[in-house]
T-cell receptor
Framework: AQSVTQLDSQVPVFEEAPVELRCNYS??????LFWYVQYPNQGLQLLLK??????LVKGINGFEAEFNKSQTSFHLRKPSVHISDTAEYFC?????????????FGKGTKLSVKP | DAEITQSPRHKITETGRQVTLACHQT?????MFWYRQDLGHGLRLIHY???????NKGEVSDGYSVSRSNTEDLPLTLESAASSQTSVYFC????????????FGPGTRLTVL
């Protein structure tokens, strides 16, 4: 079975500062990795995903994430955040095949960008 | 544009009542999912379906049921609502590949008094 740990439940940061949201996963098989964002009172939308190939993945809104197999991590980064990035961010993992292909979510990290 | 909708968006009900939450998608996806979101727990899978007439239990399925009679709809039923089922419920759908993006509805906020 797979599991996901998001190490920070809340991350406050000032506008235009860089940010890193941490995600570690556990799995005995190869996985796909995802980051989703949830703006207040909305559903989740995909930011980016790692399937294979280059370990640095670029997503929407200037976010990027790096897959590190040896450290089983998939941290999300943005070099300069905006007020509009205030949201909750979820890391998710899925494995190959059957019900293992279903997404397993972390508990989320609330990013709060202050002016 | 294709979309996934949920209704109602907000619902207040009483303990013991049966409640059905609707989910409708126009992506023509075979795979559909129901999650609940609770503070400190993230999203947890309730039920999922890989196609018409197919339904499967997820991590937190007790007290919930689903049925899939067509591709577009996956209604979630709470057979006898309990206060522990107060939550925000999200429906999602995905294409046939595990690498496809999973699209989420806007959510239904359910309060059980």
């Amino acid at each position: 079975a797979q599991s996901v740990t998001q190490l920070d439940s809340q991350v406050p940061v000032f506008e235009e500062a860089p940010v890193e949201l941490r995600c570690n996963y556990s799995s005995s098989v190869s996985v796909y990795l995802f980051w989703y964002v949830q703006y207040p009172n909305q559903g989740l939308q995909l930011l980016l995903k790692y399937l294979s190939g280059s370990t640095l993945v670029k997503g929407i809104n200037g976010f990027e994430a790096e897959f590190n197999k040896s450290q089983t991590s998939f941290h999300l980064r943005k070099p300069s955040v905006h007020i509009s990035d205030t949201a909750e961010y979820f890391c998710a993992v899925s494995a190959y095949g059957g019900s293992q292909g279903n997404l397993i979510f972390g508990k989320g990290t609330k990013l709060s960008v202050k002016p | 544009d294709a979309e996934i909708t949920q209704s109602p968006r907000h619902k207040i009900t009483e303990t013991g009542r049966q409640v059905t939450l609707a989910c409708h998608q126009t992506w023509n996806h075979n795979n559909m999912f129901w999650y609940r979101q609770d503070l400190g727990h993230g999203l947890r899978l309730i039920h999922y379906s890989y196609g018409v007439q197919d339904t499967n239990k997820g991590e937190v399925s007790d007290g919930y049921s689903v049925s899939r009679s067509n591709t577009e709809d996956l209604p979630l039923t709470l057979e006898s609502a309990a206060s522990s089922q107060t939550s925000v419920y999200f429906c999602a759908s995905r294409g046939d590949s595990y690498t496809d993006t999973q699209y989420f509805g806007p959510g239904t906020r359910l309060t059980v008094l």
